[in-house]
């Protein structure tokens, strides 16, 4: 053969997939297949930058071709999102390990924040043995359209954990929370689980555990069917090499995976009709790109915006990869929809900047009166953080305007330690607030802010899942009291609200002065249209207390002359 032929010859030998040349990414995505050379040490390198950036600049995305890689580890250090590109997760096949490894000392993982694993397989060979996959991981770790051929266990060894949230996910074998204080699995799958603390919801598990809330040992809450939701858009490699976005269809009334039988309806969207962001975009250009049709990818790493996002397009796609940060420092709010249909914001981490811009993130405008039903909003995997890397400061993190829209997914955290942390230096009234109709949040963890921590304003509110820590640093009772008592509430709904619901909520106490309490968890109003399911409060220190769960029922949790737990089961 000559030359030319060889190369042809083995190019009609190697799949598509493996031919296909990636975008312009930038630096910090890392394109890997199993032919890579120095596969391991490329991820080694990775991990060993990102393990000890709690709150550091640095973002890394990894994204794996499709083929089978064979005895390889893959450590998930802050900020690393490990992304297979299949059209399905079996496409990419990691046979060794993917861990996360405690980052406190005494196997503790209760700061393993920021960090991710999606549609990808893994078959645990080099994992903690027993073909068990460690994923020792709290707030914030997306772990998505993930088949665990084996088992998975979610801390380390005899540490606390403090998570956690599985989407369409597969486990052949068990599932091992273990210490994990609270857990959200929806759509997902198992032979098995094991595990209860303080809070763990099913929403669309067709195996849950047997027994139930609030019995020690059997806290579980269940809900048979996810009633509405729209799985995450995921990048991948297409038939024909390239690269595309595939966003899902809604799912309604739906149970188990999305992927059992193959690509589930959606609609793929060419890499193409992207403008791929890279730190050092100007909000100006990605405004351009915006107005002219244009989905976006963000690439990660840290952007500073002098000016809003304006995503104002029906059927828009803001996708994140590699947890691409960011922030404004002269006081732009950093995002703003319009009141359209089917917009898609994913995998965003937005910063409070020095300056108070209002309110970070803001879906659909004040007074939005069209309705989504059909085709809402959703926002997956989006993350709020306000001070930890620097002094920041908002008044409100995330306010939902418009009509219909769902989360799935999202951690909001005034940050109670690193830089920049006290009462004076992040301050934040509120976490979230809703004042749109029928929004759905699965997965709601807001923790730290100085008011309540959530508002909801809203008729025919739903969330499945809360889980909250109110803040640290109040310094004396009078400065945090409500206008109705001592404290104040973490999950508020205002008494104008006639219809809610809520499933599976958490309020824990860390008061660091002596002589802070908190009255009421939660407060809302009492009418036949409103109604929680499952709650429970924890006192986590030696100081103040949480006197009463709902209103005033419910018994007090107080960590000196009482119980450190309270569960109320109904309300009313």
Known sequence: MTLPTRLLAA??????????APPDFGPNVHVLDPATPGLQQRIDAIYEAQQPNHFGPRRDAILLKPGTYRDLRIPVGFYTQVLGLGA???????????????????????????????NFAVTPTLGIGDNTLQWAV???????????????????????????????V???GQVNSASQQQWLSRNSEWARWTGSNWNMVFVGVPQAPAGEFPTPGQRFTKIAKTPLVREKPWLFIDKAGGYAVRVPALRRDSAGISWAKGTAPGKTLPITRFHIAKPGDTAAALNAQLAAGKHLLFTPGEYLLTETLQVTRPGTVVLGIGFPTLRSDNGAPLL??????????????????????????????PGSKR??????????????RVGGAAPGRVHTALRINAHDTLVDHTWVWRADHGEGVSWTSNPSAHGVVVDGEDVTIYGLFVEHFQDYQVVWRGNGGRVYFYQSEIPYDPPTQPQWNSPTGRGFASYKVADTVTRHEAWGLGVYSVFLQPDVLLDRAIEVPEKPGVKLHHMITVCLVDKGSIERIANDKGEPARCKGGANTATLKEFP
């Open 88 to 118: 399905q997760p079996g496409d990419v096949h990691v046979i060794g390990d993917l861990r996360s490894t405690a980052f406190l000392d005494g196997d503790n993982a209760t700061q393993n924040f920021w960090r991710g694993a999606e």
């Open 170 to 172: 597969l486990v052949d």
């Open 11 to 20: 190019a009609l030998a190697t799949p598509l997939a493996a031919l296909a």
């Open 138 to 168: 709290s707030q914030a770790i997306p772990f998505r359209r993930m088949h665990v051929r084996g088992n998975i266990r979610l801390n380390q060894k005899q540490g606390w954990s403090s998570g956690g949230w599985f989407a369409d």
């Open 336 to 365: 703003k929809t319009a009141d359209v249909d089917g917009l898609t914001i994913a995998g965003l981490f937005l910063d409070a900047g020095r300056e108070d811009s209002g309110v970070l993130m803001e879906v659909g405008p």
């Open 371 to 384: 309705r989504h039903k059909a085709d809402p909003t959703v926002l997956h995997d989006v993350f709020f």
